[in-house]
């Protein structure tokens, strides 16, 4: 059993940026993926970002390419997502996600555990 507990959101002026970290409980999350996903009202979650379970491999969604940074540390059980040049439509609730099979992806089915979320809002 994976927990995810995400903080550091909150509002921020668009241009700015934030950290969002997610701390892991259980002893598998050195072996999984991470994710970052984010949800507006009446929409799907969508991804952001991930991490393969040693950080060699990241992917991102084309929206936040070059502006958002996912990092990862395994003794500390922390997942990370660096979120500069912040724009209003980035404005959402932003999730933590685990993945047993270790690997990086973009695809919402193949993560098994979700964290509470945590709201970014971006204000111009």
């Known amino acids: 059993q994976v927990q995810l507990v995400e903080s550091g959101g909150g509002l921020v002026q668009a241009g700015g940026s934030l950290r969002l970290s997610c701390e892991a409980s259980g002893d598998s999350f050195r072996n999984d993926g991470m994710g970052w996903f984010r949800q507006v009202p009446g929409k799907e979650r969508v991804a952001v970002a991930s991490?393969?379970?040693?950080?060699?491999?990241?992917y991102y969604a084309d929206s936040v390419k070059g502006r958002f940074t996912i990092s990862r540390d395994n003794a500390k059980n922390m997942v990370y997502l660096q979120m500069m040049s912040l724009k209003p439509e980035d404005t959402a609730v932003y999730y933590c996600a685990a993945t047993s099979t270790g690997r990086a992806s973009l695809d919402r089915y193949e993560y098994n555990y979700w964290g509470q979320g945590t709201q970014v809002t971006v204000s111009l």
């Open positions: 991490i393969s379970w040693g950080g060699g491999a990241t």
